[in-house]
């Protein structure tokens, strides 16, 4: 049985499907996903999460989901470039699959910090290269050897991605543009663990960013069917409200509409906390194992703007960017934790233009965009009780004047008329996540990705409740895309292990 069907349970359900298990998957929302699912209003339909991934490469075709390549009929779209990057003295275009370029360009911006900018490239490279190593061993490192075999995994212990950068860059701008994707992550780089910034961009600057033609349900459709078709099944609207214990052992799941559904193992691709805290009365059992995520922080949240344009107003700016990273100032601290009050003053935002991914996303003639900024939950803790009790009149007006925020500033700084060419508008927010995914706080990460949450420290997919495990952002490898389809197939890899 498989607790939610986000990317990392249906990854999971999918690996026991194809070898001739009958998993069950149970899902609180009406569609297969989690945050990998699109919705629609009027003649728009609109993507939840996804604005670029990486994608393997077959046959010249980029098509390939790493784990899965019997799915063949999701074509990837390259991003025109990788991202667009905007601070008050800079204006950088991230080309597709270039890094030298990219270097280049750094250098032409700072020509006194070559060396540095040089330097750090290549320590992400050299660490990059060695999780990769790692990843790969069968069994354990000869800890003998380990310093010889792993040197930039040693030298990046104990260390933030704030100080692989402060260690080779002296520029404050300059640290603040090597690292702007930051908000991919959840994390400023004081706090951010380099594995989960050095390893994802390397892979992101070498390989590409790419959109699914079909958005982000046809990944998650895909995964479902080859559940279904090996004989599995996907029960969507069943929310799972308990996990049965018997002498400490996980034996079965209870639902909100009482059914329930024994298994020989649990695998649980909700939030961390909802499985050990909501799902379970056993405090005794995991007292060790509660205080242990005590100590980790649980990730951001997002404001979100859904907009459909009644013309094509982005060809009319003259803009070809797809993905868009405006900034008004070169602080990431702060604006860490202004998203965290969800304080909107001088706020920056990212702009996805889905129509400069693929010709025909949009209506003909019309736009499909999405403003987004990170944001944390405590702000809209006060709107929680009335939110779920249907009473929403104080929260939509909160959500319309930040919304209205955003618009204006997408308007006064890219795209000139935005407010009058408005068709459609959804907003969404922290308490909309709760509502959709069920993920504690909102969050779009799972647990944050510190230094005391990663690598061999994050948290595995086994729990000490006997037959149930983890799957998923809350989970190892990390959060991500990429990282949650590996993580349903990690999980499923133990599991089968164990048997």
């Avoid at 969507?236 to 996990?243: A, P, T, Y």
């Avoid at 602080?331 to 935002?349: F, Q």
Wanted: glycine share 10%; proline share 4%.
């Amino acid at each position: 049985i498989i607790i939610g069907a986000g990317l990392a349970g249906l990854s999971c359900g999918a690996a026991f499907a194809r070898q001739g298990f009958r998993p069950l998957v149970l899902e609180q929302h009406s569609k297969p996903g989690g945050y990998a699912t699109t919705f629609s209003r009027s003649d728009f339909t609109f993507d939840v999460s996804l604005h670029s991934t990486t994608v393997g490469e077959r046959d010249g075709l980029r098509n390939l989901i790493y784990g899965f390549p019997e799915i063949k009929d999701i074509e990837f779209a390259p991003h025109p470039d990788l991202f667009r990057v905007i601070y008050p003295e800079h204006d950088i275009r991230v080309p597709q699959r270039n890094i030298s370029e990219f270097i280049a360009i750094l250098v032409k911006y700072f020509p006194d910090e070559k060396d540095g900018i040089e330097g750090l490239f290549e320590d992400i490279k050299r660490l990059s290269e060695n999780i990769s190593k790692l990843s790969g061993l069968k069994g354990q490192p000869d800890m003998s050897t380990f310093p010889a075999e792993f040197p930039y995994l040693v030298k990046s212990m104990g260390k933030t991605w704030g100080d692989i950068v402060n260690a080779r860059i002296t520029s404050t701008k300059l640290r603040t543009i090597v690292s702007s994707q930051w908000g991919y992550y959840g994390l400023p780089p004081s706090k951010l663990s380099p594995f989960y910034y050095a390893l994802p961009m390397y892979g992101y600057l070498v390989g590409g960013g790419y959109y699914p033609v079909g958005r982000s349900q046809k990944i998650s459709d895909s995964l479902a069917g080859i559940i279904t078709g090996g004989g599995g099944t996907v029960k969507l609207n069943s929310r799972v409200k308990e996990i049965l214990i018997k002498d400490n052992t996980a034996v079965g799941v209870k639902t909100e509409k009482g059914d329930e559904y024994f298994a020989r193992v649990i695998v649980s691709n909700a939030s961390a906390h909802s499985t050990f805290l909501k799902m379970m009365n056993e405090q005794e059992l995991l007292k060790d194992y509660l205080e242990r995520l005590k100590g980790y922080s649980v990730s951001l949240s997002c404001f979100q703007v859904f907009l459909g344009l009644k013309s094509d107003l982005v060809k009319k700016a003259g803009i070809r960017d797809s993905e868009i990273f405006f900034n008004t100032g070169y602080d990431i601290e702060s604006e860490y934790k202004a998203a965290l009050n969800a304080d909107m003053n001088d706020t920056g935002y990212a702009l996805t233009l889905y129509d400069n991914v693929y010709k025909g996303y949009s209506p003909q003639g019309k736009n499909t965009l999405n403003i987004l900024i990170l944001q944390g939950y405590d702000y809209w803790g006060k709107y929680e009780k009335d939110y779920f009790a249907g009473r929403k009149e104080l929260y939509n007006k909160d959500k319309r004047r930040m919304a209205d925020i955003l618009i204006d500033k997408v308007e006064k700084t890219l795209l000139p008329g935005l407010r009058g060419e408005i068709d459609v508008i959804e907003i969404g927010t922290p308490l909309t996540n709760v509502r959709y995914t069920g993920n504690y706080r909102g969050a779009i990460y799972g647990w944050d990705q510190t230094l005391n949450n990663s690598g061999n420290n994050r948290v595995g997919h086994k729990t000490p409740v006997k037959n149930l495990y983890l799957a998923g952002a809350w989970s190892k490898p990390g959060h991500g895309y990429g990282a949650v389809i590996p993580s349903g197939l990690e999980c499923f890899g133990e599991i089968i292990k164990e048997w």
